[in-house]
């Protein structure tokens, strides 16, 4: 079946440093790919997406670019805030056959002043 | 403002004592799901649903019941709670593409015991 699989955390910079949060997936078709954050306390929220390959999502001075070659779709910021500190969530859309999402595991920021 | 609400937000309880956390979505979404999130596990799936009527187990079912009588509510049903139940749960609701992000509530903390 269909998996992500996101680097284990947690993360921490400094502030104004560069983040990258690894992702790669398997998947038997061709998925909309999405990255979620969560905040203390919250629900997961949508971060950005992208829907084919070579898109490159991007919000908040986030971007990710989907690879299909190399099934992966990486976070990342070129200067994190404090209040950047959360968890980041790697998601396959549903495809195929399946209605279901796939999330990856999460992996928290921590981001010190 | 596009929302899925769920209630109540914290509930603590007995094992055996059944309960409902309600959950409802105003952006007249075809896809709902429950979701429970345990620490080092990431989001599991409990139950999804596609359209009213018609409901699917996710990845772990085991001790729930979900029902789909209208297109905006989704509730979960724990009949006879236990403490390994004992988690943080999310509802989501996404519209009919594969495409299309979920949309998740502020979550419902559970705690059995």
């Known amino acids: 079946g269909d998996s992500v699989t996101q680097m284990e955390g947690p993360v921490t910079l400094s502030e104004e440093a560069f983040l990258t949060i690894n992702c790669t997936y398997t998947?038997?078709?061709?998925?909309?790919l999405f990255w979620y954050v969560q905040y203390p306390g919250e629900g997961l929220q949508l971060l950005l997406k992208?829907?084919?390959?070579?898109d490159k999502g991007s919000n908040k001075g986030f971007e990710a670019t989907y690879r299909k070659e190399t099934t992966s779709f990486h976070l990342e910021k070129g200067s994190v805030q404090v209040s950047d500190s959360a968890v980041y969530f790697c998601?396959?859309?549903?495809?195929?056959?399946?209605?279901?999402?796939?999330f990856g595991r999460g992996t928290s920021l921590i981001v010190h002043p | 403002e596009a929302q899925v609400t769920q209630n109540p937000r914290y509930l603590i309880t007995v094992t055996g004592k059944k309960l409902t956390v309600t959950c409802s979505q105003n952006?007249?979404?075809?896809?709902m799901s429950w979701y429970r999130q345990d620490p080092g596990l990431g989001l599991r799936q409990i139950y999804y649903?596609?359209?009213?009527?018609?409901?699917d187990k996710g990845d772990v079912p085991e001790g729930y019941k979900v029902s789909r009588k209208e297109k905006r509510n989704f509730p979960l049903i724990l009949e006879s709670p236990s403490p390994n139940q004992t988690s943080l749960y999310f509802c989501?609701?996404?519209?009919?593409?594969?495409?299309?992000?979920?949309?998740f509530g502020d979550g419902t903390r559970l705690s059995i015991l």
């Open positions: 989501a609701s996404r519209a009919a593409g594969n495409n299309q992000p979920q949309h």
């Open positions: 998947a038997t078709g061709y998925p909309s």
């Open positions: 992208a829907t084919k390959a070579d």
């Open positions: 998601a396959l859309g549903a495809s195929g056959g399946s209605y279901i999402p796939t």
């Open positions: 952006m007249n979404h075809e896809y």
């Open positions: 649903s596609m359209n009213v009527e018609v409901t």
